[in-house]
Nanobody
Framework: VQLQASGGGLVQAGDSLSVSCVGS????????AGWVRQAPGKEREFVAV????????YYADSVKGRFTISRDNAKNTVYLQMNSLKPEDTAVYYC?????????????????????WGKGTQVTVSS
């Protein structure tokens, strides 16, 4: 599966931004999909994941209540709506996919068991 993310940009603190990710295969719905981010000089950080059917989601505590992940399997697309952005949200956001949905995503140091990584999209939040 090839993953193509888009929608990053430069915004001010408090603004909203949406990023999206298109998967290359019709079987994209078979995969849990999510977002991982990495800021300069920091470890990668799990952000959010959504099950293949879209019935389950999980968020990092740092974004819970501000970010919403969703998917449209008819379009092979996963979305991340980011509201109330903070400067600490500044990072490269990577769309990723896995055949499994579970703790492997949000366990400390994770996610693990990721089968596919897309190229990142830069999100910059100015104060």
């Amino acid at each position: 599966v090839q993953l193509q993310a888009s929608g990053g940009g430069l915004v001010q603190a408090g603004d909203s931004l949406s990023v999206s990710c298109v998967g290359s295969e019709r079987t994209f719905s078979n995969y849990a999909a999510g977002w991982v981010r990495q800021a300069p000089g920091k470890e990668r950080e799990f952000v959010a994941v959504i099950a293949g059917t879209g019935s389950r989601t999980y968020y990092a505590d740092s974004v819970k209540g501000r970010f919403t992940i969703s998917r449209d399997n008819a379009k092979n697309t996963v979305y991340l709506q980011m509201n109330s952005l903070k400067p600490e949200d500044t990072a490269v956001y990577y769309c990723v996919a896995s055949t499994t949905y579970g703790g492997n995503w949000w366990v400390a140091g994770g996610p693990y068991g990721i089968n596919y990584w897309g190229k990142g999209t830069q999100v910059t939040v100015s104060s």
